[in-house]
Nanobody
């Protein structure tokens, strides 16, 4: 059973930083492409990042490129999203998930409960 538990969200001022964590269980994290997506209030899903387990390639949405960094610790079955220079438009519930590229777009599956990130002064 593939499961994810997101944590680390909270309230932060614009320009601040947060590091989100995602604990994975039910599978070997090292074998999978994993990433993050987010959903803002009243809006649809937006892919944030996806990193390959094999070739090391990493996708970042244009909206977060240069500010967010994804990483993983396969031994701990945990992945992270370091978010710097946060903007109010980053406010959303963030989910970690298995990811893949399908017909030119990134898709996500098996996400957890999510963790709330609020960027506000």
């Amino acid at each position: 059973q593939v499961q994810f538990v997101e944590s680390g969200g909270g309230l932060v001022q614009p320009g601040g930083s947060l590091r989100l964590s995602c604990a994975a269980s039910g599978f070997t994290l090292a074998y999978y492409d994993i990433g993050w997506f987010r959903q803002a209030p009243g809006k649809g899903r937006e892919g944030v990042s996806c990193t390959s387990s094999s070739d090391g390639s990493t996708y970042y949405a244009d909206s977060v490129k240069g500010r967010f960094t994804i990483s993983r610790d396969n031994a701990k079955s945990t992945m992270y999203l370091q978010m710097n220079s946060l903007k109010p438009e980053d406010t959303a519930v963030y989910y970690c998930a298995v990811c893949r590229k399908d017909s030119g777009q990134y898709e996500y599956d098996h996400w957890g409960q999510g963790t709330q990130v609020a960027v506000s002064s």
